[in-house]
């Protein structure tokens, strides 16, 4: 029996028109160099339709990429709703990763145009004759230096779109058309591309602003840390079409002093990003605790992209009033896939263990665990396996690239190790990879890390298992002392762990560095840190 | 170009194994003839799972219609998860209309099973005999007394199930799949069937739930007084497993005396239904104020079905502290089009007037306003014409009906006239029937009926139009007395308005009753007003 409901499609065209006129006075708000610049949402529709005109005209055709190389801000916001909207596909890149990658990443997916802000020029010089597809160059922002490439024409963003109609005859595109893609950062082998869809960004962006996920509507504005290059910024742009939520776009401001005045300045109710971002800003106000105030309009920080160190929650929570937000997510997931917020009527201390778990799962996402022999696994809380998801803004294949060693059976394997309650809350003990295999034991490299950086004299703490003759592998802990001018006693942190975990889990060597290298996401780079420790580059020692 | 997401079907399946795991604990407490009673959400997973089981031993197949003569409570429940996931659809069947209307109703829809509730038996009595499709009777609870009927095998609920596997092996449906089955009330034409998918069932749920609407999460428990028989329940029982959200289920005991105790006990946090329930109710505890405690655990009562006077929303919100928020929609409109919480950073003047009005439009409901000559007007606040919308979860056709004077370019004609502001508030000023028309002018009966019901002396107040030689037609006013035993001055009611309104807007025809009539959802039901008052029925003054 056929339903009388149409099948009208999920279209991000249907976000745009909505934000646009029923929240057309929102606020996008962006820090720039010359100071904080607002738009309405009415404002940005108008640029995104002049922008979609111009890109026009300059050839892009449906189906076709444009690139981004932009920061956190007004004009990024616009291309967000341009591109897609016109038939076109969206894809940031992440410029913090290295050139020769980039290029790779561009020309894989044969980008047409790219978009650039001013400030990442510089940068932008060395890749330009790298990318074999791009014909049209636009720059947002003042380009006194502009490389020279042959085949490519340049065009300021403002100049472009100004003599632009403000109206663009948005096409009826399907639902399941491509809108946007963005590319693993390739921790694991060589970047993929995921091809989101008009229908799993408008699906995304309505579950991400539920109340228990997000929780995003017109009576809050978000300040979005997470780079628009990360998995399409976590959906955000589209859920404050959606919700009529306001934003606040950092720009490159992102050092903790300009991004505690920003804050202070545009007073956001809800925050985004990863760990290491709120570690700058924690460890910022409390060397200057009057700067306390200019935090204080933040309820609530949604933190993921990597596991949130517990240190750090308490800290927000009890030195500021601040909820953080643990979520679970992957550019294969848009990313939303779980979030962890306590179930109802539980007491404090098992509300934390909640918190402290990567959260229960939008209803969209199935889950399932996975042993080592394929097999599904119980969600008891106990059982460790591998981490499988599926759902309509799981990926199910990459750009040119079927990945089938990543899928099971239509399920996306995650690589990441954990448990799930019989209430589906998800707990990831480790990636597959950074797992320490001990004498036929696994032990957690990320519960070593979090324990480590509860105490007192450590900043950061990354474990990496190494080569072991008679267990295979055990584990080196590298840390970063809060204070560097003082010894750290490794001894002493041997001592903290060996009261928390059995003796077999503790790490025996120690190395202490200045500083963990970073992936350009800001996760701990543990390839890195392998590449170092196989090069003899890490001074270890072994704690008596 | 593709994207590398996969097209999911939005089913209803999902949202039972989501809820009966993830939120398994999640309770639904039913008022009963015998108390209290609760239930798990994994309990009612496990029962629709057999139901659907002795559904299928009774011989329903994909796309037959099975019906619900029910009242809300946990095996209503049951049935809405059981019959959509089977690939059946459910029919909840009004059972306050007249027995030949509802007769007529379930002969066009075919139904081949009805589960009734024992306490409807004695109405279902005079109903079977006109039945002609139903095969199968499945009463819940205690049925002493059993109508017969040839050709209907009788079926005890409990039993039916008792002995049933507790999984089923659900099939994967496509998402535009009939789920259920509603009929409009036919106040205006015969009753029309409006025929739910799965995925709009899904997408309604959804939306429903976000902040800026009802704000369902699973720290909720909805107090559902909204009849499940009335549009789905508005997506509640569906809203509830894909939230975790809880549900308080009244049962038959609607009565002001009842609810207020069942409240007292479940302690919901929400509660949503039609104006007339919450006017008992809060009469009920001004006449003992000490009651007030009972009600304490609601924080907001989302209203709908018919415009909710300001002085029932102010008298909630000073005496008790609850935020009354306004929705509109229609039985083809699964129901949410609108919703009233005002925008951010307006003042307690500003928020009233945007609460009083019906709220803004969810993102996926496009709506325009159409003049006389079909043409569309602005969205300027100011301009009145026929709404019209359409949208995922807007009905397109109805059942076995193509309805076509109700659709107009692939647009519902809602029949409702207003006016939308351009941030895209809708306020509803009268239904197109209803508008008196005078001299060239309308005149709305709503606004005539709200300020009437503003006066102390007035506990209800409808406005019809009559036949005028000189006019046209002029406004009768109807209204109920507060206090029946003394007698209400009309004149003062006239000055009353006449201060409020222009002159040629005051009626100057009045009718004291007793009662008004109403329809079988409580609404005002003019039609019968209108024929009382051309039969010479209603007695009528002129006031001076």
Same mark, same amino acid.
């Given at each position: ?36 610049? +607002? ?110 490439? =042959?085949?490519? +024409? ?179 997931? +848009?990313?939303?896939?779980?979030? +962890? ?11 934390? =263990? ?5 959260? =229960? ?184």
């Amino acid at each position: 029996m056929l339903s009388t409901m149409p099948h009208t499609p999920l279209r991000i065209r249907r976000l745009l028109e909505h934000g646009a006129t029923r929240h057309g006075t929102a606020q996008v708000t962006t820090a720039t160099e010359t100071g904080v610049v +607002s738009a309405s949402y009415a404002d940005v529709a108008q640029n995104a339709a002049r922008l979609a005109r111009a890109l026009r005209d300059l050839g892009v055709h449906r189906g076709d990429r444009v690139a981004t190389l932009m920061w956190n801000n007004q004009q990024h916001l616009e291309a967000y709703y341009a591109v897609p909207t016109m038939g076109a596909v969206l894809h940031p890149l992440n410029f913090r990763l290295p050139p020769d990658v980039i290029a790779h990443i561009a020309n894989q997916a044969e980008d047409r145009v790219v978009i650039v802000d001013a400030s990442v020029l510089p940068m932008f010089e060395g890749l330009l004759p790298m990318l074999r597809t791009v014909r049209h160059v636009i720059v947002n922002g003042e380009d006194a230096d502009r490389p020279s490439a =042959r085949r490519v +024409s340049w065009h300021g963003y403002a100049e472009l779109i100004a003599s632009q109609p403000a109206v663009y005859p948005w096409p009826d595109l399907h639902e399941d058309q491509a809108a946007a893609v963005c590319y693993t950062t390739g921790t694991t082998g060589a970047p993929k591309g995921v091809v989101y869809s008009h229908r799993s960004v408008y699906l995304h962006a309505t579950s991400v602003s539920l109340p228990g996920h997000f929780a995003l509507s017109h009576a809050e504005r978000m300040l979005a840390v997470v780079p628009q290059f990360h998995v399409l910024a976590w959906g955000l742009p589209y859920a404050a079409f959606l919700t009529g939520m306001q934003l606040a776009m950092p720009g490159r401001f992102l050092a903790a002093q300009p991004l505690v005045d920003f804050i202070g300045a545009v007073r956001p109710t809800k925050a985004a990003g990863v760990p290491t971002v709120w570690q700058s800003v924690l460890d910022h106000i409390a060397a200057d605790p009057a700067r306390h105030a200019e935090i204080c309009s933040l309820q609530e920080i949604v933190v993921g992209g990597s596991a949130c160190p517990p240190s750090l929650m308490r800290a927000y929570e009890e030195r500021h009033g601040i909820l953080m937000l643990h979520a679970w997510g992957m550019t294969e997931t +848009s990313p939303l896939g779980s979030i +962890s917020r306590p179930p109802a009527d539980v007491d404090s201390a098992a509300a934390w =263990r909640y918190r402290l778990s990567q959260g =229960r799962f939008a209803a969209e996402v199935e889950a399932r665990l996975i042993g080592a022999h394929g097999e599904p696994l119980a969600h008891d809380g106990q059982t460790v396996g591998e981490l499988e998801v599926r759902g309509p803004w799981v990926t199910a294949s990459y750009f040119k690239d079927q990945g089938e060693d990543k899928f099971h059976d239509g399920w996306l394997r995650t690589g990441d190790v954990g448990s799930i309650t019989a209430d589906g809350y998800l707990t990831i003990t480790d990636r597959l990879k950074d797992v320490i295999k001990s004498g036929g034991e696994w032990i957690s490299s990320i519960e070593l890390e979090n324990l480590l950086m509860t105490h007192q004299d450590v900043l950061e703490a990354a474990v990496i298992g190494v080569p072991d003759e008679k267990w295979g592998e055990r584990p080196l802990a590298v840390v970063v002392p809060r204070d560097q001018h003082a010894p750290v006693d490794t001894a002493a942190l041997r001592d903290h762990l060996a009261e928390l975990l059995p003796s077999w889990q503790v790490p025996r060597l120690w190395a202490v560095v200045g500083s963990l290298p970073k992936t350009s996401v800001g996760k701990f780079d543990k390839v890195a840190l392998r590449e170092l420790h196989a090069k003899g580059a890490l001074e270890t020692s072994a704690a008596a």
